[in-house]
DNA sequence: ATTAATTAATTAACCATTCAGTTAATTGTT
DNA sequence: AACAATTAACTGAATGGTTAATTAATTAAT
């Protein structure tokens, strides 16, 4: 009796495909698990491949980690690209930046248990470390910009603008942690709109 | 030859001694190695015990955890305790708890790679979650007394305590996020003279 | 025929947990 | 003060399962 095929229904992928694929298991994984959680063989699991197939790609849990990130930072950077700013009066342009960072479909991009868990591993893992910061420090400097074009039209008062978007960066990021802790679904706009205010406040502080 | 005693210099201790410094060579461990990362036998190697003791003790790793939350907890209410607000006047209090607030003291305290820990965990686990919301809901209620005090004595505008003070932790677990990426040793100090001044501007906030 | 995708088999280390045993301090009794 | 009984602190050894990683083999597409 000849050694039947045991190919499970799957469909041999090739790299471009199968790489991305594990990249985002790996990611639904540490949702669930933890980062220490999300073992190779749990990842693989998921999309039904033999656990090797990961270490033939990405040869250690570490790479696949960075790979990880670099998929987390794309996720971002694909986000700020869909905003589309151009074309609009400096008052309205302002508007449309804090109606997006506010909004809803925004900060549940990215879930902050992610977040949680790649920032606890940036503090072991210094290359973990630096790309993390490369992601805030690129977000740091599209709010600065956006920040200086509407001090330069004078829709706000001139200022530092590296200082405010350091200031709001700061505000997203607490919000992204308190909302966790407490705010409700009901509560949730009230407590966005809430947030917005403070950004604008602190856009026009000196 | 009869066995003999392998006390390796170490005292035998009680519960009460024991347990606490059980919990804290997990805070310790946590921190370098990540939650799944800090098993029992790494807990008990950093204080020299059998890890035996900490099943004997604890009897399993999430009574463990749930004992270093509340370690964590009981440090927050420890540095709050510390916290000597009476006999001052109303805008002398406010002040001070500013001061507190945004000092280096105050959120070195509990340093944030073991929170991003814990809270990660949190998502996972409802029972940490519901201590961990505790220990904000208590620093909330806490904050909303000291605006409300300071209102009614007319220092700042009347306004919702409680909103001012979900702004104000916002801000406050935003900063701990921010500084772990972006402030250095020097920058520090100018950064947080900004957060307080932020704050303030909140409190003022209708 | 060559190359890339995929699996299989194995290793050695580590994991939480159990259970049974040992050691030392404390307490009660004489 | 001496001694047995009790209790609490602690250790040892073994359990079954999981881990990342290696090496070799197999399968399918080009």
Redesign the interface.
């Known amino acids: 009796m000849p050694k039947t095929s045991r190919n499970n229904g799957r469909q041999r992928q090739n790299a471009e495909i199968r790489k991305p694929e594990i990249v985002k298991s790996f990611y639904q994984t540490l949702?669930?698990?933890?980062?220490?959680?999300a073992s190779i063989a749990k990842v693989a699991a998921r999309i039904n491949i033999h656990p090797s197939l990961i270490l033939h790609y990405f040869g250690n849990k570490e790479n696949l980690t960075l790979a990880l990130v670099d998929y987390v930072i794309e996720e971002y950077a694909r986000l700020l690209g869909t905003v589309t700013l151009e074309g609009l009066s400096p008052e309205a342009r302002l508007e449309r930046l804090l109606e997006i960072i506010w909004s809803r479909e925004y900060y549940e991009k990215i879930h902050i248990?992610g977040s949680?868990?790649l920032?606890?591993?940036s503090?072991?893992n210094p290359r973990i470390r630096e790309k993390?910061?490369g992601l805030?420090?690129g977000y740091?400097n599209f709010l600065a910009k956006e920040i200086q074009k509407a001090s330069d039209a004078g829709v706000i008062e001139h200022q530092d603008a590296m200082?405010t978007a350091?200031?709001i960066?700061?505000?997203?990021?607490?919000?992204r942690?308190?909302r966790?802790?407490?705010v409700g679904k009901d509560e949730c706009e009230q407590?966005n709109q809430?947030?917005k205010?403070?950004t604008r406040?602190?856009m026009q502080?000196q």
């Open positions: 949702l669930e698990r933890g980062f220490e959680g248990a949680f868990s920032l606890a591993v503090f072991r993390i910061e805030y420090s740091r200082r350091a200031r960066i700061t505000l997203i990021e607490g919000a942690h308190f966790h802790l407490f407590y809430d947030m205010a403070a406040m602190m502080m």
